[in-house]
């Protein structure tokens, strides 16, 4: 293919990304974006990265974390997978996790969403100017497996996350319609798919 027709192509291509883009914001992104402009200050802040780990505790005994899916997602876009062999050092801000965790036959699944200003702040107080100190990202889940716990750790200092929106779901062998639905939400009135970083 000659380059000049790559090139037309090309500019096909983006002029019509542009438009489906544009055509799919909601229109309050595109009144945000009206009024305020493209967010470079909040995108510098999604870029941050520090020296944590995240660590998920189960204090039921029988419980064992699962194998197949751990996710998380960063505010700066990265996400990782727990086991596919690539770990991030240093990392973004979290903005989503889920995972699964097993007790007998039954199989738990929990979805984490962060708040955008909480994170930002907690993460900015714990760490201050030096990102490069270790952390610990923690989330606790309970004994009966119904409640959570999410706090950061640095030093010998914990900063509690106490506005993260929660949803965990269960399976059983027997299965059942119940199933469809999280057996626990701190925030029944909020469809998940609603949920995002103001940059996202």
Same mark, same amino acid.
């Given at each position: 293919?000659?380059?000049?027709?790559?090139?037309?192509?090309?500019?096909?291509?983006?002029?019509?990304?542009?438009?489906?883009?544009?055509?799919?914001?909601?229109?309050?992104?595109?009144?945000?974006?009206?009024?305020?402009?493209?967010?470079?200050?909040?995108w510098d802040t999604?870029?941050?990265? =520090?020296? #944590?780990?995240?660590r998920l505790e189960?204090? @039921?005994? *029988? $419980? &064992? %974390?699962?194998?197949?899916?751990?996710?998380? !997602?960063?505010?700066?876009?990265? =996400?990782? #997978?727990?086991?596919?062999?690539?770990?991030? @050092?240093? *990392? $973004? &801000? %979290?903005?989503?996790?889920?995972?699964?965790? !097993?007790?007998?036959?039954?199989?738990?699944?929990?979805?984490?969403?962060?708040?955008?200003?909480?994170?930002?702040?907690?993460?900015?107080?714990?760490?201050?100017?030096?990102?490069?100190?270790?952390?610990?990202?923690?989330?606790?889940?309970?004994?009966?497996?119904?409640?959570?716990?999410?706090?950061?750790?640095?030093?010998?200092?914990?900063?509690?996350?106490?506005?993260?929106?929660?949803?965990?779901?269960?399976?059983?062998?027997?299965?059942?319609?119940?199933?469809?639905?999280?057996?626990?939400?701190?925030?029944?009135?909020?469809?998940?798919?609603?949920?995002?970083?103001?940059?996202?």
């Open positions: 293919m000659p380059l000049k027709q790559f090139d037309k192509e090309a500019t096909h291509f983006a002029k019509n990304t542009k438009e489906y883009y544009i055509n799919s914001m909601d229109s309050d992104v595109v009144a945000n974006l009206q009024t305020n402009g493209i967010p470079m200050k909040l999604y870029r941050e990265r =520090f020296n #944590y780990d995240i189960l204090e @039921d005994p *029988k $419980a &064992r %974390l699962g194998t197949t899916r751990t996710i998380y !997602n960063y505010a700066n876009g990265e =996400f990782v #997978y727990e086991y596919d062999g690539n770990p991030i @050092d240093m *990392k $973004a &801000r %979290l903005s989503e996790l889920l995972f699964e965790w !097993n007790v007998g036959e039954t199989k738990y699944e929990g979805w984490f969403y962060f708040d955008e200003h909480e994170v930002i702040e907690i993460f900015r107080k714990a760490f201050g100017e030096n990102h490069n100190q270790r952390g610990e990202f923690i989330v606790r889940v309970s004994k009966y497996n119904n409640k959570f716990e999410i706090f950061l750790r640095v030093g010998v200092k914990e900063y509690p996350l106490k506005k993260t929106k929660i949803y965990a779901f269960l399976t059983t062998p027997r299965g059942g319609e119940e199933e469809d639905e999280p057996y626990y939400s701190n925030n029944w009135n909020i469809n998940p798919d609603d949920i995002r970083f103001i940059g996202g």
